[in-house]
């Protein structure tokens, strides 16, 4: 009791003047409609300062959550796109048959997508790899293509049942077809391990046309990706020794930003590679 006395005594003078200040301004906004006015308009300014303060914490407490969603979305939009685009190209002209009016046309996408949390990411060595939370027990397999909504991530190389490592696109060991979107003229693009946002592409021939900025993307070559996967765009090019250019690639993914990827599922490309080993091996 004595404590808070001293207390009281002590600081007196201070609780006074705002005291007094308290019963000025109320008498200020009793007589005068205009300070009444400012005086509420202030009051408003804090109290909407507050809330947008208080809903910017809890937009960013909530922001993982909307990050899962979007992601969901995203995997069902990739979903619903492939099988979009196998019954624009795979499905043959209608030709009317007497024999066969009931016969329903069946379609199979082509190509399975499956998301997965990033949770180890390398950038700064030669064999660059990622760590994924999902392996056999979710369907992943090795050779699989990893993507983002922004370009090409990597290939899987091994799997565990809830794991699975990639094999960054920066990584000097991996090498994938690619293809200008605009001429059509593919290459091989691979990491010269120097930048980590700048990947080379080679063998494009020094007849195709050639434009800084034109885009990248993947050739439909491989077993493993699509065709029109983004990569990047063209930042400079010169000529090597031979007759071929060598072109700097800008790549379009953000490395050391991954957070969520695809896993991309090519269900008939064992049938592919069974068909070319057999193919290479008879010449």
């Keep these: 009791m004595n ?5 009281l005594f002590r600081y007196h003078i201070i609780f006074l003047f705002v005291f007094l200040e308290v019963i000025a ?6 007589d005068s409609l ?3 006015y400012r005086m509420v308009s202030a009051a408003r300014s804090v109290s909407g300062a507050l809330h947008d303060w208080v809903g910017g914490i809890s ?7 909307q990050n899962d969603i979007l992601v969901r979305e995203n995997l069902n939009l990739r979903r619903k796109l492939a099988d979009y685009g196998d019954m624009e ?8 048959d007497t024999l066969l009016q009931d016969t329903a046309i069946k379609v199979v ?3 399975h997508y499956y998301s997965a949390k990033v949770v180890s990411n390398s950038v ?5 790899f990622i760590t994924i939370k999902a392996g056999t027990s979710n369907g992943v397999r090795p050779q699989m293509g990893v993507i983002t909504s922004n370009g090409l991530v990597g290939v899987v190389k091994s799997c565990s049942k809830n794991y699975s490592t990639v094999i960054s696109l920066l990584n000097t060991d991996l090498k994938v077809s690619a293809k200008l979107r605009r001429t059509g003229y593919f290459g091989s693009f691979a990491w010269d391990g120097i930048s980590q946002d700048i990947v080379i592409l080679s063998e494009i021939p020094q007849n195709a046309d050639v434009v800084v900025g034109d885009t990248v993307v993947t ?3 491989s077993s493993m990706f699509p065709e029109g996967i983004m990569l990047g765009f063209i930042k400079d090019f010169d000529m090597t020794g031979g007759s071929f250019y060598r072109i700097r690639v800008k790549l379009s993914s953000e490395f050391q930003k991954l957070n969520y990827v695809y896993l991309v599922d090519n269900v008939q490309s064992e049938e592919q590679t069974q068909l070319e080993s057999i193919d290479i091996k008879n010449d």
């Excluded at 404590?3 to 207390?7: G, K, Q, T, V, Y």
């Excluded at 301004?25 to 009793?30: F, N, R, W, Y």
């Excluded at 937009?59 to 959550?65: A, I, K, T």
């Design 124 to 128: 700064n060595k030669q064999h660059n």
């Design 109 to 111: 996408a082509q190509y």
């Design 89 to 96: 190209t795979n499905i043959a002209p209608y030709v009317p």
């Design 219 to 221: 050739s439909g070559y």
């Design 59 to 65: 937009d960013y407490v909530d922001l993982r959550d």
């Design 3 to 7: 404590s808070l006395i001293r207390f």
């Design 34 to 36: 205009y300070q009444r």
């Design 25 to 30: 301004l109320v008498l200020i906004s009793s």
